[in-house]
């Protein structure tokens, strides 16, 4: 492994240990990753810590270190840019199409943001059903995720309002 592979797989474990046991010390967090057959002196855990931004706080049981906040928005972004394949919106409700297999990981994504629209989500293999409190706080989503994935809204998605429920569907099941 390069250098720059052993940095990223060290400071993943280092973010796993964090996650999963209680650290107060860099020689207990060194002792973890010995376990892990990681070998790190203070100088670099120094260093990979202040690099991941993590927090030492004061706590009920002393000082522990707090694992990195996740990039909420930025996993969203990702996952959108990858799996998203089609957005519909009808009424309150927004339909998500995924690649196949990936309606999971989106719906966990948007779940992980807790917005304040969302009623729900259930998740298929391919499909998110995303309940919003409204048909205005499903636009609202729509737009986001659209923000998110770093695109302007579809034209499909401005149509889609447009049309009756009852008009033909093309063989992709989308209004043709």
């Known amino acids: 492994m390069t250098s720059v592979e052993l940095k990223r797989a060290r400071q993943a474990a280092i973010v796993a240990v964090l996650r999963n046991h209680p650290v107060e010390t860099q020689a207990q967090l060194a002792e973890e990753l010995r376990r892990l057959r990681i070998e790190a002196d203070q100088a670099t855990i120094s260093r990979d810590l202040r690099q991941l931004g993590v927090a030492r706080v004061e706590g009920s049981s002393g000082r522990r270190y707090l694992p990195p906040p996740e990039d909420r928005e ?91 429920s009852d008009s033909p569907r093309g063989e992709d099941g989308r209004h043709g």
């Open 74 to 164: 930025g996993r969203l972004a990702q996952v959108l840019r990858t799996q998203l394949v089609h957005v519909d919106q009808v009424a309150a409700m927004v339909v998500l199409h995924t690649a196949s297999g990936a309606a999971p990981v989106v719906a966990s994504a948007l779940d992980g943001l807790s917005l304040p629209q969302v009623a729900g989500t259930v998740a298929g293999d391919d499909t998110v059903f995303v309940q919003a409190r409204s048909a205005t706080a499903a636009r609202q989503v729509v737009e986001r995720l659209e923000m998110a994935r770093g695109a302007m809204a579809d034209d499909h998605l401005e149509w889609s309002s447009w049309l009756p």
